[in-house]
């Protein structure tokens, strides 16, 4: 499975929680499964997991971008203002 590559700090942790809901309903239905029935509960599990730690990882690397666009927003903004202060 693949994790989102841009997201916000906010959607991975909206991302983090549906994972989270996700896995926690799987492992009740595995769990309720007969042990001798054939299902890919578990592997569904497994992949769900590993994307949530994909996403994860991408938390700290989130705030990273925010605060870069942030930046660049501002320069923007303070760029506007000066030409328009300089054709005044």
Excluded: C
Aim: net charge negative; charged share 30%.
């Amino acid at each position: 499975m693949k994790a989102p590559a841009h997201l916000t700090r906010e959607e991975i942790q909206q991302s983090l929680e549906e994972l989270d809901s996700k896995i926690k309903v799987l492992k009740g239905r595995a769990n309720a499964t007969a042990a001798d029935s054939n299902h890919t509960y578990h592997q569904h599990i497994a992949g769900l997991e590993r994307k949530r730690e994909l996403i994860a990882s991408k938390m700290a690397t989130a705030e990273d971008n925010q605060s870069t666009w942030q930046e660049l927003r501002e320069g923007l903004d303070n760029l506007k203002d000066d030409l328009t202060n300089l054709f005044k």
